[in-house]
């Protein structure tokens, strides 16, 4: 779809021509307004892939392309875990293309009182729009569904530089993390009817490009 927008022309698709991966009325109006008014803000769609979804991705770490069809195919995937994840892009109107990206999922326990975390991941802006306070406003939208959807807490993983920059976003810092990575040559036994790609270790956007 093409419309003159306040910004000249434009091929951006409105959330009702999309195959959006939940509903977008779980992204507050407030966050909305505060975002610049030629960029908009919404679930991940399941034609993103063309937009450019795994280059946003790639300035956390270095991303494989699996194609087309293996992107749609994790999207469903993840998708038919309802309630599980709630991945999100930030869109700019005029080239229609992802230009922010974030994503929290709920991990349910059995302790307190079945209670469900939520965990933050893979924040990341593209270059050409850092400085626009677009991290924050993907946090803040994270943040809120996962507050929405009854999480007792709300976690994420980053590096001692990136502390100062979620201090503002309200998290504090609390223990450590660890990691143990599989090694690179490993069998693979994916369970049935789930997609398995090789996972490459990522690191946390540095304040500047959030």
Not at 60 to 82: C, K, N
Not at 135 to 149: D, N, W
């Amino acid at each position: 779809m093409s419309f003159l927008s306040p910004y000249g022309p434009s091929s951006f698709t409105p959330d009702d021509g999309l195959d959006l991966f939940f509903s977008p009325e779980l992204i507050p109006d407030q966050v909305k307004k505060q975002l610049p008014g030629d960029l908009h803000i919404r679930p991940l769609a399941s034609s993103d892939y063309h937009r450019g979804h795994l280059a946003v991705l790639s300035v956390l770490t270095v991303v494989t392309d699996p194609g087309e069809d293996a992107w749609v195919e994790q999207f469903r995937t993840m998708r038919a875990t309802s309630g599980t994840y709630y991945p999100i892009v930030i869109v700019d109107k005029a080239s229609d293309k992802v230009v922010g990206v974030g994503c929290v999922f709920m991990e349910r326990k059995f302790l307190r009182g079945l209670g469900i975390v939520g965990h933050i991941e893979d924040i990341a802006v593209d270059k050409g729009q850092q400085g626009k306070k677009l991290g924050l406003r993907i946090i803040q939208v994270l943040t809120h569904i996962s507050e929405q959807a009854g999480c007792y807490k709300t976690i994420l993983n980053c590096s001692d530089a990136n502390i100062p920059f979620y201090e503002k976003c309200g998290f504090i810092k609390k223990e450590n993390e660890m990691a143990k990575y599989a090694p690179d040559q490993r069998p693979q036994t994916p369970l049935p009817g789930v997609m398995t790609l090789t996972p490459l270790p990522s690191r946390a956007s540095s304040p500047a490009r959030l």
